[in-house]
């Protein structure tokens, strides 16, 4: 779990049981998102062929998200990733 949602330099001190001092970053973006009526969406295509709407849907979304935070092009980013619905 720690290394779903922290850096892994972090996620590593804390799991040896090691403080981990606070840092002071200058610039820092955080972005929660969802998808507008994917739900609905969802209810809709839940059968046959429609099933391939939503992993389509879904392959596209991410890849664009992991082209735009690919901490090989990018160092300053750090991707944290938790799945499922919080609403």
Do not use: Q, W
Request: overall charge positive; aromatic content about 12%; glycine content about 6%.
């Amino acid at each position: 779990l720690l290394y779903s949602v922290l850096p892994p330099s972090v996620a590593n001190e804390l799991r040896h049981k090691r403080p981990v001092p606070a840092k002071r970053y200058d610039n820092v973006t955080i972005l929660f998102s969802g998808i507008v009526g994917f739900n609905a969406f969802c209810s809709k295509h839940a059968s046959g062929e429609g099933a391939m709407k939503i992993v389509n849907l879904l392959n596209d979304l991410y890849t664009r998200f992991d082209t735009l935070t690919d901490s090989r092009k990018n160092p300053f980013v750090y991707k944290a990733s938790p799945h499922g619905s919080f609403l």
